[in-house]
């Protein structure tokens, strides 16, 4: 693989990671309500489910949704009532007041929050069938392990860097104290924006 293919690959993978979308979503609202700690480990989870989905991608994934499409929807339907179900809980919570000894709520544990970053990205399925698209335009058949390997830790550093950097902007004091005003609203938006998002994987 040539250093212009491997900056192609990294070009494409940060562009998606950057892309608004469910695992962007919930690290903004992770660093909102329980810190940028949380919200890097929540990151990694994200970084672990992009990594999943990669490797399935090499591992032909997408050959099988194109040969067998009711598993696709399968995933799809799957991924989206988990978003759908993230939102509701989202709505149905955004009344309650905000929590504010120590200025902040007591955070999730790591692994929870990991968890929940995993399952987050693996939500979407549609991140296989990208992944494949990318690898087909930048692999080829004799690309040696320790290649695919580096391009698997650029996945990976790319979704948790970005999503950590995403937590760190919205666990400023400045933007939570703009949402202890707003929580209403704010969590009511992104929990519409995550229902959107899943009933757009299934759309498309």
């Known amino acids: 693989m040539t250093i212009a293919a491997f900056l192609a ?8 990671a950057i892309s608004p979308g469910p695992a962007v979503l919930m690290a903004a609202r992770t660093g909102l309500t329980e810190g940028f700690r949380t919200g890097v480990m929540l990151a990694m989870g994200i970084g672990t ?5 990669a490797l399935a991608a090499m591992f032909g994934l997408n050959l099988i949704f194109a040969a067998a ?16 179900w993230m939102a509701w809980n989202l709505w149905k919570g955004a009344s309650a007041p905000f ?3 120590d200025s902040r709520p007591v955070p999730r544990s790591a692994l929870a929050a990991y968890r929940l970053g995993l399952w987050t990205n693996l939500a979407n ?11 087909l335009g930048t692999l080829r058949a004799d690309t040696p ?31 939570r104290a ?5 929580k209403t609203i704010i969590d009511r938006s992104f929990g519409a924006a995550l229902a959107a998002l899943g009933i757009k994987i299934v759309a498309t």
């Open 9 to 16: 690959f990294a070009g494409l993978v940060i562009f998606a």
């Open 49 to 53: 489910g992009a990594v999943i989905w």
């Open 69 to 84: 499409p009711t598993l696709l929807w399968a995933l799809k339907i799957g991924g989206a009532l988990y978003l759908v």
């Open 99 to 101: 929590v504010t000894q």
């Open 125 to 135: 399925p549609k991140a296989a069938v990208m992944f494949s698209s990318i690898f």
């Open 145 to 175: 392990y320790w290649v695919l390997g580096a391009l698997l830790l650029v996945i990976f550093c790319a979704e948790t860097l970005w999503n950590s950097l995403v937590a760190r902007i919205f666990s400023l004091e400045k933007t």
């Open 178 to 182: 703009r949402y202890i005003s707003l």
